[in-house]
């Protein structure tokens, strides 16, 4: 996905400015998630709690503001050349009391080389869509601006999953050479991807199957993506080789994925797998020969400083160090802890994991509790684990202490394959209950009246309806219930709140604080569950 693209050119800068791109926090971008990718192959990331950012397109600052947030002692800069969005960002910093961080309506080409060193530095849908010039200078400056332990996070269109993209894009603009209205631009995209999917026969047709496949995908765009990705004046996929052949020209190496289940060759059939298994020493290669098998669209890769050393065969002992978000939820009915009963839970897609170990249901329960929400450590994982499955074992023996390690960090490792947890450096408090005066962030109160969608306390991006949105504006720590429920008649009584029975209005004062106090008990478990409250 494509942020606002800081360009040398007036002509893109100004597409952005008439048609701003609807920005949000991505949390794999988040200093977090880059330190545990780091730790994982032996690279020793700064804390995030005291970390030094850049963001390279920061647009809005929705992806930048909430981190600032989150961790006040660390020190954050954006740059964008659109003057929309840094007028959006500053207001958001102003509204939000956020000190610790800078935004600058800067050109990338011109970005100053006395800045200093930062710890992270995120370059988000900047690398694709921008000139070979700037391309070159976002990799300058991480060879020049990372410290020595520093991580770089580059998002890219890739090949050759952007073929048949590129493709269409190809065709799009030919349909649409000769307007300038952004509007009509796009409608007549749809339309020509309307008479595409009307036209052309996907039966016993390759070019047709796949046309049908991109096809649908395109049509699940918004507006904003399809101008300023597909339509954009510049949009340059790449294959991954082709990509770390120009990171290693500025003195970077490949650390890793922003995920790493898309990294592990275990996750492909076993013939597959064992073929490339032989690439083990060559990480580049294999990576290569996945992105082939998968038909790869796009990259998330992670750079470091060449001549770092890194360790490629993970260990378990690693994960110790480690805090995790799990993916996880109960497949169905009450989590049986005594040995020998199978127990089943799932992912949100339906892959399931079975296991009739105490201790291991035990951590499935644990993390199916916190699904989404909280970011728990190792050694609470541990502790919560075995406290939850002694009383199902009868005598433990002296050894079993060690054997509840081995098998946490060997189910760990397996959940992180499969893509059912996310890895952190560092736990992330939440409360998943309502608290008695709730809080959240100042930021998502801001958004929560100002945005499209709101930050929760793991840097998910989560839509909200106006009922919500007000509820979310009142959560400053100060409310209780019945103090935020006054908030909530406030808004009806100024006009900003509607409340319906049916397709009546409500105005008995009775029944309409008896329906919104359901809708605000609604609202805030929801909050609860999404993850606002700080712990």
Known sequence: MSTSAPLPSSDVTTAYDETPYPSSSFPQTQPNRLAAMARLFGLDAASPANARVLELGCADGSNLLPLAEQFPQASFLGVDSSKVQIAAAQSAITAGGVTNVEVRRQDILDFPADSGK?????????YSWVPPAVREKVLAICRDHLTENGVAYVSYNALPGWNMRRSLREMMLYHTRGLTDPKTKVAQSRALLTFLADSVPSENSAYGMLLKSELSLMNGLSDNYLLHDILGGENTPFYFYEFIAEAMKHGLQYLSESNIAEMLAGNFPEKVSQTLAQLNNQIVAQEQYMDYL???????????????????????AVLRQLAFRSLLIRAAGPVEL???????FATATGVQVTSGDAFVKALMQMLTETRGVAVVSYQALLEGARSLSRPFLGEVPPDRDRTDESTLEMNLLNLLAKGFLEI????????????????????????????????????????????????????????????????LVSRVKEGKLQVNEGSV???????????????????LAALAAAGFFRG
């Open 505 to 523: 209005q409500v105005t008995d004062e009775q029944r309409l604080n008896a329906l919104l106090g359901s809708n605000l008990d609604t609202g």
């Open 338 to 344: 005594v040995p020998g009963v199978p127990v089943s």
């Open 294 to 316: 998968r038909n790869r669209s796009f990259r998330q890769t992670l750079l470091c400083r060449g001549g770092v050393p890194l360790k490629r065969n993970l260990s378990p």
């Open 424 to 487: 952190h450096a560092e736990p992330v408090s939440v409360r998943t209950d309502v608290p008695e005066r709730p809080a959240v962030s100042a930021f998502a109160r801001y958004q929560a009246l100002n945005a499209r969608l709101i930050t929760n306390r793991t840097h998910q991006s989560i839509p909200a309806d106006m009922v919500a949105r007000y509820i979310i504006a009142a959560c400053d720590g100060t409310r209780g219930r019945d103090e935020l429920l006054g908030e």
């Open 118 to 126: 930062f710890d992270y530095i995120v370059a988000h849908g900047v």
